[in-house]
Protein backbone atom coordinates (compact mmCIF):
# COMPACT_ATOMS: atom_id res chain seq x y z
CA UNK A 1 0.00 0.00 0.00
CA UNK A 2 1.23 3.54 -0.90
CA UNK A 3 2.31 5.58 2.56
CA UNK A 4 1.62 8.93 3.22
CA UNK A 5 3.45 11.30 5.73
CA UNK A 6 1.36 13.73 7.66
CA UNK A 7 3.50 17.29 8.37
CA UNK A 8 3.59 20.16 10.30
CA UNK A 9 2.33 23.01 8.65
CA UNK A 10 3.31 25.45 11.33
CA UNK A 11 6.11 25.35 14.25
CA UNK A 12 4.51 24.66 17.76
CA UNK A 13 3.93 22.07 20.30
CA UNK A 14 1.69 18.87 19.72
CA UNK A 15 -1.54 19.76 22.38
CA UNK A 16 -3.75 16.64 21.75
CA UNK A 17 -3.79 13.75 19.92
CA UNK A 18 -7.15 13.33 18.36
CA UNK A 19 -7.04 9.74 16.36
CA UNK A 20 -5.01 6.04 17.66
CA UNK A 21 -2.16 3.97 15.90
CA UNK A 22 -4.30 2.07 13.99
CA UNK A 23 -7.31 3.69 13.22
CA UNK A 24 -9.10 4.14 9.95
CA UNK A 25 -9.49 7.72 9.02
CA UNK A 26 -11.42 9.57 6.44
CA UNK A 27 -9.76 12.64 4.67
CA UNK A 28 -10.79 15.57 6.73
CA UNK A 29 -10.54 13.82 10.11
CA UNK A 30 -8.49 15.03 12.83
CA UNK A 31 -5.76 13.53 13.52
CA UNK A 32 -4.23 15.75 16.11
CA UNK A 33 -4.38 19.38 17.21
CA UNK A 34 -1.20 21.82 17.45
CA UNK A 35 -1.03 24.53 19.26
CA UNK A 36 1.18 27.40 17.97
CA UNK A 37 0.67 30.94 18.88
CA UNK A 38 -1.87 30.19 21.94
CA UNK A 39 -4.00 29.37 18.80
CA UNK A 40 -5.37 25.67 18.20
CA UNK A 41 -4.39 24.52 14.54
CA UNK A 42 -6.25 20.70 13.60
CA UNK A 43 -3.79 18.31 11.61
CA UNK A 44 -6.54 16.53 9.42
CA UNK A 45 -6.04 13.19 7.47
CA UNK A 46 -4.85 14.17 3.93
CA UNK A 47 -6.41 11.35 2.13
CA UNK A 48 -8.47 8.18 3.51
CA UNK A 49 -6.38 5.31 5.44
CA UNK A 50 -5.37 3.87 8.10
CA UNK A 51 -2.80 5.93 10.58
CA UNK A 52 0.33 3.49 10.82
CA UNK A 53 2.87 5.68 12.45
CA UNK A 54 2.75 8.63 15.70
CA UNK A 55 6.12 10.45 15.33
CA UNK A 56 5.51 12.66 17.98
CA UNK A 57 3.25 12.63 21.45
CA UNK A 58 1.35 14.60 23.56
CA UNK A 59 3.25 17.75 24.81
CA UNK A 60 6.53 17.11 22.21
CA UNK A 61 7.66 20.69 20.06
CA UNK A 62 7.59 20.32 16.33
CA UNK A 63 8.60 22.63 13.86
CA UNK A 64 7.34 23.18 10.22
CA UNK A 65 7.42 20.43 7.92
CA UNK A 66 8.29 17.91 10.44
CA UNK A 67 6.76 14.66 9.88
CA UNK A 68 4.21 13.91 12.82
CA UNK A 69 2.39 10.73 11.03
CA UNK A 70 2.04 8.09 8.47
CA UNK A 71 -0.84 6.74 6.76
CA UNK A 72 -1.38 3.81 4.61
CA UNK A 73 -3.92 5.11 1.94
Known amino acids: ?3 LDIKADVTGKVWKLEAALGASLAA ?3 VMILESMKM ?5 AP ?6 TL ?3 EGDSVKE ?7 EI
Not at 40 to 44: A, L, S
Not at 47 to 52: A, M, V
Open 55 to 57: AVA
Open 28 to 30: GDI
Open 47 to 52: KTGRLT
Open 40 to 44: EIPVE
Open 65 to 71: GQVLARM
Open 1 to 3: MPV
